[in-house]
Each structure stands twice: as structure tokens, then as C-alpha cells.
């Protein structure tokens, strides 16, 4: 931890840019949810989307629903540049949930030592390099504006790994 004063945060500055990175991962979830469905020969837009959606998210678990993306991608990909530029976003996006899930599942509270608002994320103290998962507003941040540049990533994954499909 560094010794340099820190500016005082608001509690509401804190849980705004958590919904900021709830926001942005929700988006994400939709990109995954489109990327699927088009790799599956799936309908993508309007109300029967939600299928492929539901498909996809009725596991919980991330990597699963990770996994179940990249079987789809593969099956219908055979462009090695392609593949490599999922499985980079694929590695981002493993990443990138850490902070997410150190955000949405915080609790915020004054650090009177300090003096300001932190958010304290105790499972998920591996993400951020402070004791006890301590979170400053620097902290969340930089995850969301991680999280910001990796859905970029994946919304332009999504027009590259739609045309060789549209192609067929």
C-alpha cells in the first residue's frame, strides 16, 4: 500500500462505478450470448434470441459458458487467425471477470485509517494487491475501464467471426 494521501470518495462515487462495471459486463454477456447463437446457426435478433441465451447462461459457471462459445466458434471457424483472436479475447475475458466479480460481490465502507470509502471484496483479494481486498475508486476504475476495452474487443469479434459464417 502506498503512503500517499489518498483523495476522499463518497460512498455513491464507489457504488457508481460498481453499476458501471455491472452495466458493461451485462454487455458483455450479450456479445457472448449473440456470438454464440451465430456460431450455433441460431436466430440472433429480436425475442427468439433468447433461446441461444438461456442455452448459454443456464450454467453458472463462466468458464463453462466460456467453453460452450469456443466448441461453437470452433466447430464453425477454421480460420486459425480467427481462432487465435477468440482465444485472446477469450484469455481478456477470464481475466477481466475477476474484477467484475470482486466488484459485484463487495461490500462498501469508510476506511477510517484512511479516511475515505473503499469497497472490501474478501474472496477476490487476489485481484487487487491489498490486504483484506480492499478496493479504492482507482482500483474499480481501472477493472471497469479493463472491462470496457475487452467488450470493444469481443464487439468487433463478433462482425470478423460473423462473415465466414454468413459466407455458408
Given amino acids: 500500500m502506498n503512503d500517499k494521501k489518498e ?51 443456464t450454467p453458472t459457471n463462466f468458464h463453462t459458458q466460456l467453453s460452450m462459445v469456443t466448441v ?12 487465435k483472436e477468440w482465444q485472446s479475447i477469450r484469455n481478456k475475458l477470464v481475466t477481466v471477470k475477476q474484477g467484475r466479480d470482486a466488484c459485484a460481490h463487495c461490500a462498501i465502507a469508510k476506511d477510517n485509517e484512511r479516511g475515505t470509502h473503499i469497497a472490501m471484496a474478501n474472496i477476490f483479494t487476489k485481484k487487487f494487491d491489498k490486504p483484506h481486498g480492499q478496493m479504492t475508486l482507482a482500483d474499480i476504475e481501472k477493472a471497469q475501464e479493463e472491462i470496457r476495452l475487452v467488450g470493444i474487443e469481443l464487439a468487433k469479434f463478433l462482425t470478423v467471426a ?6 455458408k
Avoid: C, N
Fill in 162 to 167: 460473423f462473415e465466414p459464417v454468413k459466407s
Fill in 72 to 83: 461453437a466458434i470452433e466447430h464453425r471457424i477454421k480460420d486459425d487467425r480467427i481462432l
Fill in 7 to 57: 483523495p476522499f470518495v463518497e460512498k455513491d462515487q464507489i457504488a457508481t462505478a460498481i453499476g458501471h462495471i455491472i452495466d458493461r459486463w451485462y454487455s458483455i454477456e450479450v456479445s457472448l450470448g449473440t456470438l454464440f447463437a451465430i456460431m450455433m446457426g441460431l436466430p440472433h435478433e429480436g425475442d427468439v434470441a433468447l433461446l441461444p441465451q438461456r442455452i448459454l447462461f
